[in-house]
């Protein structure tokens, strides 16, 4: 079975702070692992990606993540803020091949504060 | 390029009254489908997918019902709804040719039971 853990339900930053995010995930299997980003009232766009390549993976909107096996972590960071990226972030994780579905942690609220 | 659609956007319902949300994807064959809900505050729960016409599978005990009349049509239903049944609907779906597994979401549904 598939889980995701996402510590800490809001962060709060400053314009140009770094950005952290944290996921951790527990999986059976070797994990293929995501974050999506959410604004009010729409959908999940995909940010990045971890499908057993490179362990550094970099995304859209300045945004990347590493996969550290040893710490079953997927953190998300982003060297500086912008107000844009006030969101709701979500880490999700598959179970690889065949599985059908992504098993989402419960958000993480990002507010950028000027 | 695939799209994928979900209407309507806004719903605000009476307990107890019929549920259809309708959700249809473009531009791809024989996509896995999904439908997700997120309660206010919390994550993204599963509730149905689908592999194929007519083939459902349900992921929680509820109150809910799904069909997939067509290829790329989706619908979520409801005979009556329960107050409980409030919360933001979401549309996906992957490739069923791509192991990677990300999905692809629809803008959302946004259902009030009063």
């Known amino acids: 079975a598939q889980s995701v853990t996402q510590l800490g339900s809001h962060v709060s930053v400053s314009e140009g702070a770094l950005v952290l995010l944290r996921c951790n995930y527990s999986?059976?299997?070797?994990?293929?692992l995501f974050w999506y980003v959410q604004y009010p009232n729409q959908g999940l766009q995909l940010l990045l990606k971890?499908?057993?390549?490179?362990?550094l993976v970099k995304g859209i909107n300045g945004f990347e993540a590493e996969f550290k096996k040893s710490e079953t972590s997927f953190h998300l960071t982003k060297p500086s803020a912008h107000m844009s990226d006030a969101a709701e972030y979500f880490c999700?994780?598959?179970?690889?091949?065949?599985?059908?579905?992504?098993?989402f942690g419960s958000g993480t609220r990002l507010q950028v504060q000027p | 390029s695939q799209t994928i659609h979900q209407w309507p956007a806004t719903l605000v319902q009476p307990v107890g009254s019929p549920l259809s949300l309708e959700c249809t994807v473009e531009g791809t064959s024989n996509p896995n489908l999904y439908w997700y809900r997120q309660a206010a505050g919390r994550g993204l729960q599963l509730l149905f997918y689908s592999v194929g016409i007519g083939q459902i599978s349900s992921e929680v005990p509820q109150n809910l019902s799904a069909s997939r009349p067509q290829d790329r049509q989706f619908i979520l239903s409801s005979k009556k709804l329960l107050l409980s049944d409030s919360g933001f609907y979401l549309c996906?779906?992957?490739?069923?040719?791509?192991?990677?597994?990300?999905?692809?979401f629809g803008e959302g549904s946004r259902l009030t039971v009063l």
């Open positions: 999700a994780v598959s179970g690889g091949p065949g599985r059908r579905a992504l098993t």
């Open positions: 996906a779906w992957t490739s069923a040719m791509r192991d990677t597994g990300e999905l692809f």
């Open positions: 999986s059976s299997v070797p994990p293929y």
């Open positions: 971890y499908t057993s390549a490179a362990t």
